[in-house]
């Protein structure tokens, strides 16, 4: 193997176990031929075999921004799919319900002790979050977007990027109801769910991965549960 493949082979390892997730961009030229003690034509020579794979990708000006894998996948529109059907609704959750699960299971045993701590302050930032519903929305779907990251998948993380993107309206349309330009949750939904991320923010503090598991199935299926109520 020659030091060209060496290097290519360093970087991917590092994007496959998400030491740089999906948008992040890499280390700088000067930075990266530091590490691996060569020229710049040889990073160069590295670095554009990481962009054939479509593992990376170069913007004059700015550097290397790691891809996420399904993006392109996901970038056209989706023309004639209701996406406040309940059937659509339902498919989508039991997407999350084998997703979300695994993603915590793994985030228990492989996040670094700086990305529970990035999680314990998404939790508290979200039980604390005041203002309307799309906010505290938004905050919620950090707080489980920060669990995929620290899963290290990268097909799980490039998976969950472009999933609660496309859906973020469907998925939280299951919970939320309009009322005028607002929406709004009825108190024991709101208490529910409270008490379903904390048993997931507790399980994932101490790495109890099935217990975290258990936890987001069970916050998936509350909600499908709902939805269900209403055919």
């Known amino acids: ?43 160069r020579e590295a670095i554009t075999t990481l962009e054939m794979k479509g593992l990376i990708t170069t913007r004059h000006g700015s550097g290397c921004y790691v891809n996420n894998l399904f993006e392109f996948q996901f970038t056209e529109p989706m023309s004639g799919i ?20 695994e993603a915590v299971k793994y985030a228990c045993e492989r996040a670094t002790d700086d990305e529970l701590l990035t999680i314990a302050d998404a939790y508290k930032a979200m039980i604390k979050r005041r203002g309307n519903a799309l906010q505290k929305a938004k905050a919620d779907v950090n707080f489980h977007m920060l669990i995929a990251e620290s ?10 990027q472009v999933f609660y993107a496309q859906f973020f309206n ?62």
């Open 1 to 43: 193997m020659n030091k060209v493949e060496q290097i290519s082979n360093a970087i991917e390892d590092d994007i496959r176990q998400c030491r740089w997730l999906p948008g992040n961009k890499l280390p700088g030229q000067l930075t990266l031929m530091k590490r691996f003690g060569v020229s710049r034509t040889c990073l």
């Open 82 to 101: 209701e996406l406040n059907s309940v059937a659509l609704q339902l498919s989508i959750m039991e997407t999350r319900l084998v997703l979300e699960g």
């Open 151 to 160: 899963c290290h998948s990268l097909i799980v993380v490039s998976l969950s």
């Open 170 to 231: 469907a998925i939280y349309g299951t919970l939320y109801s309009v009322a005028g330009h607002d929406l709004t949750l009825s108190e024991e939904v709101s208490a529910a769910i409270r008490r379903q991320h904390q048993a997931i923010y507790e399980a994932v503090m101490i790495r109890d991965g099935i217990a975290a598991k258990a936890a987001a199935q069970e916050h998936i299926l509350y909600s499908m549960s709902l939805l269900k109520n209403r055919i």
